[in-house]
């Protein structure tokens, strides 16, 4: 296991020729896209919160006034007069001000060369030190460039230096395509500044730049450098998102940069990123193929090639995305991360809450990035007010409640059609603070923040849900199992329905996690016992007529059998309410994923790494390292983004998560170690991976059975590990004394006390379960 610079790299020998083969810098507010190029670098900019649009609230009071008799369509099966109804005073139109994320323009910097070949050309990513590198040798003199984004000093530095002084010379200059000026600031700076429409920010980009030896000057748009040995640029951008002067802010960041060497600013931003970057390392076999650059060897995946490298290397870049694109007081990451090269971005480029904001941090805790879902949180947070303003004027309901799609403005309304509506967004995210605190044991933070939106999402169903008039459950709705459709009896395509079996779950695990949130704070009981009561009320998860988990109330036939979203496995993953204690539902939902999969189902990135964490969830090591490789083969750039298509970052994060799911899960009650490893990976280990109940694991194992682990007790809970094979003696070990164990049904289970390391060997039979 090696975190090493040499190790953790994504390189290649040629520059980019198109932005998602740039490889990505950030620091949770910039971005940047590093092509790489010999005579022109061309560095893609990016700024969190350059966003076109404005608050705004579109009001709907269609939907209050006709909500029953669409229920009531529903419960009589005239589905096609409830779709119709509600096409008429549900849907919103879409309203410009909603805005889009937005590129912030392109820097160049261009290079007077010598004539002459280029050799020893190598562009390269590095992982454990968040430095972008070019180099090259031209005439003998060889050429070195790197980017990095640094967090604690707030700017985009590059550094550019050549082996022989007075080799550098050039310029610099800053393009936008739209609502842009760039000029002179300063003696060797620049300023583009401009703002994005309808009504969206202004936004400031500073540049300075400091010369070693030779001329530095600024001229009109440009800054012009002559025979320098070394030259580094500071980009500092803002917009009035957080600030009222943006261009003051940036001013003041150059300043206090400029004060410090290249040298001490690159040293604290690897510090800092390593902070976090080193806190887990992953193997899952010898790289045979450290020789070849990354494009290759993802193409070699592409003609059928296995390489277990790209895989640990895969995990990892989803960790640096993360810490790239989600930090303290930073927006959390959008549909793209931070990276942008568009205007007009698929999908907005905003936090889409159906499933794809939430991807983005489903490694966040397992993956040892904790502290990097506080963006996410803070987002939610937000939300809260209009999230209560939206459900009393749309559904006359108390609690908070949130649709399909978010963003900065913090916009809760935006339904062009009827499809798209859905209420379980905030219900959905209630999730995420919920196993906050279950890896961190945060009690403060539960209580403070997570508890009180949870409540706030359960109070809304409370008083949405009604009894269904046949069957006596609790039901919610109208809603839609997301963005699919069904063909009801009359003969109707519709999205609608009461109580799809994504709803009953979401609901389900949010009482659930209410329950035990209102326990372990000793309060709210009269709260806790009602949602006890509803909770018993809602409708159960049946099979349909081929054996399927229903996704819909009743067993529908599927408008598209191979949809995207495989809605209702969200008990499966990321919920828990599907298991192998529920045998029945388990089997129900591999026959529902078969069925979606039979149908071409996988086809989009994001979707694809959602099924490598469902067949994890089910125990199929095979087949999730499959589909591991389909994501590779379909939906993966060179530069390794996800391609859903077009590029979208949730399957980079979902992808990473799905392989740690691989290797190990947990939930309450216990940590189950290499439940869906691949024969591909029969030797390995990871360390720093995190489990629920706050335990930090290291383990090892060989010939596909873990025979060494160590685990970090945080929070002092009883640890109850289950292994892939049948665990018959272990010996384990804290501060060199013997701790009592049980083994029961080949499961291990010891006391712990919290900052103690348990050192664990096992010795199995060695036949897998």
Same mark, same amino acid.
């Given at each position: 296991m090696s975190n090493s610079s040499e190790y953790w790299r994504l390189w290649y020998d040629r520059p980019a020729e198109q932005w998602t083969e740039a490889l990505p810098v950030g620091n949770g507010k910039i971005g940047g896209m590093i092509y790489g190029g010999i005579h022109e670098e061309r560095i893609g900019l990016n700024e969190e919160s350059v966003w076109s649009g404005k608050p705004h609230y579109d009001a709907s009071p269609g939907m209050l006034q006709t909500i029953?008799? #669409? !229920?009531? =369509?529903?419960?009589? &099966?005239?589905? !096609?007069?409830a779709h119709e109804l509600a096409e008429q005073s549900m849907k919103t139109p879409l309203n410009p001000h909603y805005g889009s994320y937005q590129s912030l323009g392109d820097l160049y910097i261009k290079l007077d060369l010598p004539t002459g070949e280029v050799t020893d050309y190598r562009r390269e990513l590095d992982l454990n030190q968040a430095i972008c590198k070019t180099t090259y040798t031209i005439g003998g003199t060889q050429y070195s460039r790197e980017v990095i984004c640094t967090n604690p000093d707030q700017v985009m530095v590059i550094r550019l230096e050549a082996s022989d002084s007075t080799s550098l010379s050039g310029c610099i200059r800053m393009e936008r395509e739209?609502?842009?000026? #760039?000029?002179?600031? &300063?003696q060797r700076g620049l300023t583009l500044r401009g703002a994005c429409d309808y009504a969206g920010v202004y936004f400031d980009v500073s540049v300075e730049v400091h010369a070693e030896e030779g001329q530095c000057s600024s001229a009109m748009d440009s800054v012009i450098f002559r025979e320098c040995k070394a030259i580094t640029v500071y980009v500092s951008a803002n917009t009035t998102y957080r600030h009222k002067d943006p261009h003051a802010e940036n001013q003041s960041i150059l300043q206090l940069a400029g004060l410090k060497s290249w040298e001490a600013l690159r040293e604290?931003?690897?510090?800092?990123?390593? %902070? =976090?970057?080193?806190r887990l390392d992953i193997n899952l076999g010898i790289d045979l193929y450290k020789e070849l650059p990354t494009d290759v060897r993802l193409a070699q995946i +592409? %003609? &059928?090639?296995?390489?277990?490298?790209?895989?640990?290397?895969? #995990?990892q870049f989803g960790r640096y995305l993360l810490i790239a694109s989600s930090r303290k007081g930073t927006l959390p990451a959008n549909l793209q991360g931070i990276w942008n090269d568009s205007f007009t971005p698929p999908w907005f480029s905003d936090f889409t809450i159906n499933i794809n904001a939430q991807m983005n941090y489903w490694h966040a805790e397992t993956c040892n990035l904790s502290e990097l879902h506080e963006p996410l949180f803070d987002l939610m947070d937000s939300l809260v007010e209009p999230g209560r303003k939206t459900a009393k004027e749309r559904y006359g309901c108390n609690g908070m409640v949130l649709s399909t799609r978010t963003n900065p403005w913090l916009n809760t309304s935006l339904r062009a059609t009827s499809s798209l509506l859905w209420q379980e967004g905030a219900a959905w995210l209630s999730r995420h603070y919920w196993d906050h605190y279950l890896f961190t044991g945060d009690i403060k933070l539960l209580e403070q923040r997570a508890y009180p939106f949870m409540k706030e999402a359960a109070r809304f169903y409370l008083d949405f849900m009604v009894e269904h008039p046949r069957y006596k459950w609790l039901v919610t709705g109208p809603t839609t199992s997301p963005e699919n459709t069904f063909t009801a009896a009359d003969g109707t395509m519709t999205a609608l329905d009461m109580s799809p079996t994504m709803a009953v779950q979401i609901i389900d695990d949010l009482f659930e996690n209410c329950i035990r949130a209102s326990e372990e704070l000793g309060q709210d009981q009269a709260f806790r016992e009602l949602l006890i009561q509803k909770r018993s009320q809602l409708p159960p998860m049946k099979a349909g007529k081929f054996g399927q988990l229903q996704e819909w109330l009743e067993d529908h036939e599927e408008t598209e059998p191979g949809h995207r979203h495989i809605s209702h496995l969200f008990g499966v993953y990321p919920g828990h309410s599907i298991s192998r204690k529920t045998p029945d539902l388990w089997s129900a939902a591999r026959i529902a994923l078969e069925r979606r999969l039979q149908h071409g189902g996988g086809h989009t990135g994001w979707s694809c790494a959602w099924i490598i964490n469902l067949w994890a969830h089910l125990g199929d090591g095979e087949q999730a390292h499959q589909y591991m490789n389909t994501l590779f083969t379909h939906s993966t750039h060179d530069n390794l983004f996800d391609n859903h298509p077009p590029f979208q970052i949730d399957g980079n994060f979902g992808g990473a998560a799905g392989i740690v799911e691989m290797l190990i899960q947990s939930n309450e009650d216990e940590i189950r170690l290499l439940p869906a490893l691949p024969g591909i990976w029969a030797t390995g280990n990871i360390r720093g991976v995190c489990a629920r109940n706050g335990f930090e694991l290291e383990f090892y194992w060989q010939d596909s059975v873990v025979?060494?682990?160590?685990?970090?007790? +945080?929070l002092g809970r009883r640890c109850r590990l289950q292994c892939n094979s049948n665990v018959t003696e272990a010996e384990v070990l804290c501060s060199n004394e013997r701790i009592p164990i049980t083994i029961d049904h080949g499961s291990l289970e010891f006391d712990t006390q919290p900052g103690k390391q348990y050192q664990i060997i096992f010795? %199995?039979?060695? %036949? =897998?379960?």
């Open positions: 029953n008799q #669409v !229920r009531n =369509l529903l419960f009589d &099966g005239n589905y !096609r007069g739209f609502d842009t000026i #760039v000029y002179q600031n &300063g604290a931003h690897i510090y800092d990123h390593q %902070s =976090l970057f080193n +592409k %003609s &059928g090639q296995h390489d277990p490298y790209l895989a640990a290397l895969y #995990v025979n060494r682990a160590i685990v970090y007790s +945080k010795t %199995s039979d060695n %036949s =897998l379960i």
